[in-house]
């Protein structure tokens, strides 16, 4: 079965400074990627995903890139801002069919300091 | 559009009881999916249901815990005869499920249980 791995498990950095957080993933078959946020007390919050086809997707400040070959991709973050602070998970889904279950990582707790 | 919503946000309940948790989606979605997060932890499955049926419920850790979904829309988890081990945030996501690939998944805010 899928098996998500997610480091660093805390990541403290000064506001405008960059964040990567990486993942990796175990089975060869997953085809979608996706990085959720959660705040305290809330539900996870999609903020980017990346499919299998592509190896790079931007959307602003956040980035995520896809290495299908070494099974692992990364979250980048830049001008990081106070409101970044939160735990970002990676996710990969068991399986290929669009309704596969997400197998979570361990999640990754960011505080931005101003 | 409105987003997943769950009920109760809180519950607490005694070890023994029985609790209902619900779970609306979002409107036009087909496929539902309750996860529950420990403290500390990423979430992790329990169930899902594509349309009214329970497609995979290979995460229900046991048989005290049961989710149905009648009409294909609105979700209830049930858990019979609590444990102090079950207290754990329950979160539901949605997704339109469109042919072709995964689709995105919605979380609703999560239902807090604590089992005293």
């Known amino acids: 079965g899928e098996n998500v791995e997610q480091h660093p498990s805390t990541l403290s950095v000064q506001e405008g400074d960059s964040a990567v957080i990486k993942c990796t993933y175990s089975d060869s078959a997953s085809n979608y990627f996706p990085w959720y946020k959660q705040e305290l007390g809330k539900g996870p919050q999609l903020i980017i995903d990346?499919?299998?086809?592509?190896g790079e997707k931007k959307d602003q400040r956040i980035a995520v890139t896809l290495n299908k070959t070494a099974k692992h991709f990364s979250l980048h973050i830049t001008e990081t801002q106070p409101e970044d602070s939160a735990v970002y998970f990676c996710?990969?889904?068991?399986?290929?069919?669009?309704?596969?279950?997400?197998?979570f990582g361990t999640g990754t707790r960011l505080q931005v300091f101003p | 559009g409105a987003g997943v919503s769950q009920t109760p946000s809180n519950k607490v309940t005694e070890k023994g009881k029985y609790v209902e948790l619900r779970c609306d989606p979002i409107?036009?979605?087909?496929?539902l999916y309750w996860y529950r997060q420990s403290l500390g932890q990423g979430p992790e499955f329990l169930i899902y249901?594509?349309?009214?049926?329970?497609?995979?419920d290979s995460g229900l850790p046991n048989d005290r815990f049961f989710a149905v979904r009648p009409e294909g829309s609105v979700s209830t988890l049930k858990i019979q005869r609590t444990e102090r081990g079950d207290s754990a945030v329950y979160l539901c996501?949605?997704?339109?499920?469109?042919?072709?690939?995964?689709?995105?998944?919605?979380f609703g805010p999560g239902t807090r249980l604590t089992v005293l």
């Open positions: 996501a949605s997704s339109p499920a469109r042919a072709g690939g995964t689709d995105t998944q919605y």
């Open positions: 990346i499919r299998s086809n592509v």
């Open positions: 249901f594509q349309g009214t049926g329970a497609a995979d």
């Open positions: 409107s036009g979605h087909t496929a």
């Open positions: 996710a990969a889904p068991l399986g290929f069919y669009n309704t596969d279950k997400l197998i």
